[in-house]
């Protein structure tokens, strides 16, 4: 798991920034209710994207909370005011507060299923009679582009994935949320080169094969070997799904 502490001050730098974040709010966006009054961002992380969607529907009260004390300290900055810091596992806020509820690139970052069923309980609590959760889903999936990196990454264990789709819908289900819809927006500036993912795996970012495993040094010699060391191969797709509390 990457420290996301350290991680904060290079965050947006080194995920796509303005134009990733442009990216996931129309996405959001276009799936949340347009008579929406108020919508909670959890794991805002920087609030690139929050404060993206509370530009983007100036009728819409948008609300950010994270965890990670230097993300939300970049967060208050894009959004005074509007940032507390929690566990997506215990909101604090009321029932049935929001008329939307986003999870954006945070349930495969959790620690285990049990964490990915409280987060989903918990924003499903957050909701109004009609409101929508929205989430990404399947995003390791998303960087698999059938680029020839991808096949130098092929040789590293895989976990079963948290934010597999059928699984969040599984979830959202005991929880009262029903589908209402889906969007895949692009991660605009995210498309690996050789040379940064040598980079990202030495680093932790592949949390299967940390510094130091054999593996990894067998990847790394597999991503050194290849071509264009320093060209972006395609821009991962992500998955939006949105479910409604009838």
């Given at each position: 798991m990457l420290d996301y502490e350290a991680e904060a001050d290079a965050y947006d730098a080194t995920r796509g920034g303005e134009p990733r974040a442009g990216a996931a709010a129309e996405a959001v966006l276009g799936l949340v209710p347009k008579d929406a009054g108020r919508l909670l961002d959890v794991a805002c992380g920087t609030g690139i994207v929050t404060r993206r969607l509370a530009a983007g529907r100036p009728g819409l009260r948008v609300a950010g909370a994270d965890l990670t004390h230097a993300m939300a300290r970049l967060a208050v900055a894009r959004l005074p005011g509007a940032v507390v810091r929690a566990?997506?596992?215990?909101?604090?806020?009321?029932?049935?507060?929001?008329e939307a509820v986003t999870t954006i690139w945070l349930l495969h970052l959790l620690q285990g299923p049990e964490d990915v069923r409280a987060v989903v309980?918990?924003?499903?609590?957050?909701?109004?009679?009609?409101?929508?959760?929205?989430t990404t889903v399947d995003k390791a999936a998303a960087h698999d582009v059938g680029s020839d990196i991808d096949?130098?990454?092929?040789?590293?264990?895989?976990?079963?994935a948290l934010d597999a789709a059928e699984t969040v819908?599984?979830?959202?289900?005991?929880?009262?949320?029903?589908?209402?819809?889906?969007?895949?927006?692009?991660?605009?500036?995210?498309?690996?080169?050789?040379?940064?993912?040598?980079?990202d795996l030495r680093r932790g970012w592949f949390t299967t094969t940390g510094p130091g495993d054999p593996t990894g040094d067998l990847i790394a010699a597999?991503?050194?070997?290849?071509p264009d060391q320093d060209r972006p191969r395609p821009d991962p797709v992500f998955t939006l799904r949105a479910f409604r509390k009838d």
């Amino acid at each position: 798991m990457l420290d996301y502490e350290a991680e904060a001050d290079a965050y947006d730098a080194t995920r796509g920034g303005e134009p990733r974040a442009g990216a996931a709010a129309e996405a959001v966006l276009g799936l949340v209710p347009k008579d929406a009054g108020r919508l909670l961002d959890v794991a805002c992380g920087t609030g690139i994207v929050t404060r993206r969607l509370a530009a983007g529907r100036p009728g819409l009260r948008v609300a950010g909370a994270d965890l990670t004390h230097a993300m939300a300290r970049l967060a208050v900055a894009r959004l005074p005011g509007a940032v507390v810091r929690a566990d997506c596992r215990r909101l604090p806020v009321r029932d049935q507060a929001f008329e939307a509820v986003t999870t954006i690139w945070l349930l495969h970052l959790l620690q285990g299923p049990e964490d990915v069923r409280a987060v989903v309980t918990e924003c499903a609590r957050a909701l109004r009679p009609g409101g929508v959760y929205l989430t990404t889903v399947d995003k390791a999936a998303a960087h698999d582009v059938g680029s020839d990196i991808d096949a130098a990454l092929e040789v590293r264990p895989r976990r079963p994935a948290l934010d597999a789709a059928e699984t969040v819908a599984e979830y959202a289900a005991v929880c009262g949320l029903v589908p209402a819809g889906q969007a895949r927006f692009p991660g605009v500036g995210q498309g690996r080169s050789p040379r940064t993912t040598i980079k990202d795996l030495r680093r932790g970012w592949f949390t299967t094969t940390g510094p130091g495993d054999p593996t990894g040094d067998l990847i790394a010699a597999r991503l050194a070997a290849l071509p264009d060391q320093d060209r972006p191969r395609p821009d991962p797709v992500f998955t939006l799904r949105a479910f409604r509390k009838d």
